[in-house]
């Protein structure tokens, strides 16, 4: 299977810490993967975010649970429930392993939920693994992807 | 002794006559001495029919003393008696004066043939007027001023400073007063039997002080009429009686209430029973306590008939009346120091309770129960187990008594639930076997539950008592009357020891234990009320450090994991060479990976505290199974043996967290350990196996007790306790395979959430054994 089956994904990260961003950005480039890469710091910014990037179609959605102002837990409900985004691979990235949390991202409609590890190697092999995983293995629906 | 008979008392067909019919010994007791028929026949009195003043009935002797037969007196006015002027004067009398049940003095009849001056004194009772005449007993030599005599005496009584020097006043006073051969202050104990507690007497008399007289000598009749008259004089003990004419009121048909009557015969028993003693003439007045009689104050007198004038009775019975007042007063005088005391001493209690915050402390505190009300040993039941002070019962009969005064009506009493015996083992003969300690029991409840009581106890006193006679007859030797009017025989001293008896309660003490009480409730009360209140608050912290943990977990992690990137990056930077430099980018990456995991423990830890238990029967031999596979990492660091010398029993618990608990045992056995052959037994002691070793906390002896023994480095006595503090470690954090010290901490936690204890027992460098006990009551 070739590395990209998407010659440019659009990745949005909704992450308030600079530093886990950075760390994403590694990931990215780490992974060998090209992507347009969009940020919000919050949960409300994130939807906007998306909403302007409705017309190429956002290929993943990367979230951190506990992000400033609207919390990540209604910016995921909100996505999940929009018919233009609800097929949108979400996935959570939270320090909290609390089942509770796992349990709600779940039920919300998360497609992965995974815990950040505080050492930054094993930060960052997570964040590889799962950049490799949805945007290179991953069959996702022909619908926004295809109009890109 | 007793008299059977079938025949009905006379009293019962047809009007009394103390003078015809008598008593027997057998039916004294409910003698109508208030309607003898007769008078003492040293005066004479009249009977008048109030709206007209006609004479209805005369006594027999007004022939003697008013100069006309009782039968000519028959039908007439008054006038007929007393002339016109003495007629006028009833009448004045009768219509403005308080004379109802109330004799007072009207006026005086001049001595005429040979009789004497009469004081003519009258009151009305069941709407007829009685008019009495006796002599005035004056003399040329004058009147004594008996107003100045009382005024004297009542300022004498209120220098008393004890009761008993209080008796011996009054008794000197009415000896003085009176002029009789002996006065005697008898007091009625709560049986009814009387004691001779103070008494003035001519001095060649036999001291009759101490002596006790059965209750039987002063029928219950008697008793009654003393709360209703103040004075009752019997001049001529062998003096004749003069009956009624008729004896019934023809108005009415009814017998005279003579009651109030001076001249009231008396009842032959009586009469007997003051000849027996040799006493010839006799006063008596009530001492009076809050409307119930206390005692008596009789006066005897030994040389003939002795007449005390109307004059000087209304001395006495005003001073009988100044007595009973100043009595009460110098009792409560007394009384007061003691109850001050008692107050204080309960205050004190309280405080103690209040300060400690458990009721022990009435008990086990200094002062405590048995310092304040006089007692010689007291008793609570109080979280679930007996605490004793002083001599008491054993537990097993505390329990029993407990029991049986479940059952007592008293505690029904929701103003005042209160029981007192001073003589236990008559109302509970169980209490028989403990007279020693406790004949006497004082009992008041804390709660409508079973056993909670405080209970006071005091031991029997083997008192001897003086009788003047043997109390336990009443002789029926041949009397003046014949068979049936025998009382007592003989004044022989007769003594007697009491036993089975303690010291009686006072009502200050009883007052006392009934306050106590109340206080201790309040105790009881408002420190349910703190325990709510600390509930509430803890509420409150639970939920704040639910929310810390959760700050703890997120918040503080999100800068470690940015502070580790950093270090991480640095590092990776090749132009940082410095190998000081490196070495401190090393580190800092290790404090943000040890602090990342001091934040799961504390995360952990207070979810152990929070979650529900899931408790089921559980069989512990599985979940010690689970434990070992779960350590197993560590039995590859060296040759290691686990034992489980006989299976473990099924026990009541939460399946996880238990496992918990024994992961947390085992991984600290065998990592604190640094034998070549590392040895971990988990084991249990059954309730009823004797525990070898003394370390066991209370409570836990009635449970199975769990332990983990190791072979390991062992852990000094002067840290047993510190092992279970948070994130405390005995060791270098690296050492021993690190650990963030929380693993104790949890499982003392995950004890405690099923309600038992840990603890443990420790020779260093020999090993160490944890001990637990599971309690669980959770619901599932």
């Known amino acids: 299977m070739p590395p990209t089956k998407h010659a440019t994904a659009t990745l949005v990260v909704i992450e308030d810490s600079d530093e886990d961003f950075d760390t994403v950005q590694q990931a990215v480039k780490r992974a060998g993967i090209t992507a347009d890469v969009f940020r919000a710091a919050t949960g409300v910014d994130g939807l906007t975010v998306l909403r302007a990037q409705a017309?190429?179609?956002?290929?993943?959605?990367?979230?951190?649970?506990?992000?400033?102002?609207?919390?990540?837990?209604?910016?995921?409900?909100?996505?999940?429930?929009?018919?233009?985004?609800?097929?949108?691979?979400?996935?959570?990235?939270?320090?909290?392993?609390?089942?509770?949390?796992?349990?709600?991202?779940?039920?919300?409609?998360?497609?992965?939920?995974?815990?950040?590890?505080?050492?930054?190697?094993?930060?960052?092999?997570?964040?590889?693994?799962?950049?490799?995983?949805?945007?290179?293995?991953?069959?996702?629906?022909?619908?926004?992807?295809?109009?890109? | 002794m007793t008299h059977t008979t079938d025949i009905p008392p006379p009293w019962a067909s047809q009007p009394y006559s103390v003078k015809r019919h008598g008593v027997t010994i057998t039916n004294c007791d409910n003698e109508p001495v208030q309607t003898p028929g007769c008078v003492q026949a040293h005066g004479a009195l009249l009977v008048l029919r109030p709206t007209d003043l006609t004479i209805l009935q005369a006594s027999e002797n007004t022939d003697r003393l008013l100069g006309h037969a009782a039968q000519t007196l028959l039908n007439k006015p008054v006038r007929a008696a007393v002339g016109p002027d003495g007629e006028a004067r009833l009448k004045a009398f009768l219509a403005t004066e308080p004379t109802d049940r109330n004799p007072l003095h009207v006026f005086s009849l001049p001595a005429r043939n040979g009789v004497p001056p009469l004081d003519v004194t009258a009151h009305t009772i069941d709407g007829v007027a009685v008019v009495e005449f006796e002599a005035t007993g004056r003399t040329l030599a004058g009147e004594p001023d008996y107003y100045a005599l009382v005024k004297k005496t009542v300022a004498r009584l209120q220098t008393a400073q004890t009761l008993q020097e209080f008796c011996n006043l009054t008794a000197d006073e009415f000896r003085t007063l009176t002029g009789l051969d002996r006065v005697m202050i008898y007091k009625f104990h709560a049986d009814g039997h009387g004691e001779v507690v103070a008494e003035s007497k001519r001095a060649d008399l036999d001291p009759w002080l101490g002596l006790h007289y059965p209750a039987g000598d002063f029928p219950q009749p008697a008793r009654e009429v003393f709360k209703q008259i103040?004075?009752?004089?019997?001049?001529?003990?062998?003096?004749?009686?003069?009956?009624?004419?008729?004896?019934?009121?023809?108005?009415?048909?009814?017998?005279?209430?003579?009651?109030?009557?001076?001249?009231?015969?008396?009842?032959?028993?009586?009469?007997?029973?003051?000849?027996?003693?040799?006493?010839?003439?006799?006063?008596?007045?009530?001492?009076?306590?809050?409307?119930?009689?206390?005692?008596?104050?009789?006066?005897?007198?030994?040389?003939?008939?002795?007449?005390?004038?109307?004059?000087?009775?209304?001395?006495?019975?005003?001073?009988?009346?100044?007595?009973?007042?100043?009595?009460?007063?110098?009792?409560?005088?007394?009384?007061?120091?003691?109850r001050l005391k008692l107050d204080e001493t309960h205050q004190q209690l309280i405080a103690q309770a209040t300060r400690e915050d458990g009721l022990a402390a009435l008990i086990e505190g200094a002062p405590n129960l048995i310092d304040g009300i006089s007692a010689s040993g007291a008793a609570l039941y109080h979280r679930g187990r007996w605490w004793r002070v002083g001599n008491t019962p054993t537990e097993a009969e505390l329990e029993a008594l407990s029991e049986w005064l479940n059952d007592r009506p008293e505690f029904a009493s929701a103003t005042r639930p209160l029981y007192s015996a001073n003589a236990l083992a008559q109302a509970y003969p169980p209490a028989a076997a403990f007279a020693d300690v406790a004949s006497g029991l004082l009992a008041v409840p804390l709660s409508?539950?079973?056993?909670?009581?405080?209970?006071?106890?005091?031991?029997?006193?083997?008192?001897?008592?003086?009788?003047?006679?043997?109390?336990?007859?009443?002789?029926?030797?041949?009397?003046?009357?014949?068979?049936?009017?025998?009382?007592?025989?003989?004044?022989?001293?007769?003594?007697?020891?009491?036993?089975?008896?303690?010291?009686?309660?006072?009502?200050?003490?009883?007052?006392?234990?009934?306050?106590?009480?109340?206080?201790?409730?309040?105790?009881?009360?408002?420190?349910?009320?703190?325990?709510?209140?600390?509930?509430?608050?803890?509420?409150?912290?639970?939920?704040?450090?639910?929310?810390?943990?959760?700050?703890?977990?997120?918040?503080?992690?999100?800068?470690?994991?940015?502070?580790?990137?950093?270090?991480?990056?640095?590092?990776?930077?090749?132009?940082?060479?410095?190998?000081?430099?490196?070495?401190?980018?090393?580190?800092?990456?290790?404090?943000?990976?040890?602090?990342?995991?001091?934040?799961?423990?504390?995360?952990?830890?207070?979810?152990?505290?929070?979650?529900?238990?899931?408790?089921?029967?559980?069989?512990?031999?599985?979940?010690?199974?689970?434990?070992?596979?779960?350590?197993?990492?560590?039995?590859?660091?060296?040759?290691?043996?686990?034992?489980?010398?006989?299976?473990?029993?099924?026990?009541?618990?939460?399946?996880?967290?238990?496992?918990?608990?024994?992961?947390?045992?085992?991984?600290?056995?065998?990592?604190?350990?640094?034998?070549?052959?590392?040895?971990v037994e988990i084991g249990f002691i059954a309730p009823h196996e004797v525990h070898p070793r003394a370390s066991c906390p209370s409570g836990c002896a009635d449970l199975t007790i769990y332990y983990v023994r190791d072979n390991g480095i062992g852990i000094p006595a002067r840290y047993f306790e510190q092992v279970f503090k948070m994130f405390k470690r005995l060791h270098g954090r690296d050492e021993y395979g690190g650990g963030t010290g929380a693993g104790l901490t949890i499982v003392q936690k995950l004890v405690e959430r099923h309600h038992g204890r840990v603890w443990l027992e420790s020779t260093p460098g020999k090993g160490t054994t944890f001990y637990f006990t599971l309690a669980a009551q959770e619901e599932a």
Request: proline share 6%.
């Open chain 1, 55 to 148: 017309s190429t179609g956002p290929t993943l959605v990367l979230m951190d649970l506990n992000t400033p102002g609207t919390d990540g837990r209604e910016a995921l409900a909100a996505i999940k429930s929009d018919p233009a985004f609800k097929s949108v691979p979400v996935v959570v990235l939270s320090t909290s392993g609390n089942q509770r949390d796992i349990g709600f991202c779940y039920a919300a409609g998360a497609n992965a939920y995974h815990v950040k590890p505080v050492q930054y190697p094993q930060h960052l092999a997570v964040l590889v693994d799962v950049l490799t995983y949805w945007l290179s293995r991953v069959m996702l629906p022909a619908g926004e992807a295809s109009r890109s």
């Open chain 2, 230 to 338: 103040w004075v009752r004089p019997t001049p001529d003990v062998a003096g004749d009686l003069a009956e009624l004419v008729p004896l019934a009121n023809p108005d009415t048909g009814r017998p005279l209430t003579m009651t109030y009557c001076a001249l009231r015969g008396a009842s032959v028993m009586y009469t007997d029973y003051l000849k027996n003693m040799t006493v010839t003439a006799g006063l008596t007045m009530p001492i009076r306590r809050a409307g119930e009689l206390w005692g008596l104050i009789a006066c005897h007198h030994y040389a003939g008939p002795k007449h005390v004038p109307y004059q000087v009775r209304a001395a006495c019975e005003f001073l009988a009346q100044v007595v009973s007042l100043q009595y009460q007063a110098a009792e409560d005088r007394e009384h007061m120091a003691y």
């Open chain 2, 448 to 679: 409508r539950a079973n056993r909670n009581w405080i209970l006071w106890f005091r031991p029997e006193t083997t008192q001897t008592v003086n009788w003047g006679g043997n109390p336990h007859e009443k002789p029926t030797v041949l009397g003046p009357h014949g068979p049936r009017l025998t009382p007592r025989a003989s004044f022989e001293l007769f003594q007697e020891s009491v036993r089975g008896r303690s010291l009686p309660w006072l009502t200050v003490e009883l007052d006392a234990a009934a306050r106590l009480r109340m206080l201790v409730l309040e105790v009881v009360v408002s420190r349910a009320q703190r325990l709510a209140d600390l509930n509430a608050n803890l509420t409150q912290s639970n939920e704040e450090l639910d929310a810390f943990a959760y700050v703890a977990s997120h918040d503080l992690k999100e800068p470690l994991r940015g502070i580790h990137k950093y270090a991480h990056q640095l590092l990776e930077d090749a132009t940082i060479t410095d190998k000081e430099q490196r070495r401190k980018l090393d580190g800092l990456m290790r404090l943000t990976v040890r602090m990342d995991s001091l934040l799961d423990s504390l995360l952990h830890f207070s979810r152990v505290g929070r979650a529900a238990l899931q408790t089921e029967d559980t069989d512990l031999n599985e979940l010690v199974n689970e434990s070992i596979e779960m350590v197993d990492a560590r039995r590859a660091e060296g040759p290691t043996e686990i034992a489980v010398p006989r299976p473990l029993p099924h026990a009541r618990c939460d399946r996880v967290r238990c496992r918990e608990i024994f992961v947390n045992l085992l991984s600290n056995a065998l990592k604190y350990n640094d034998k070549p052959q590392k040895r």
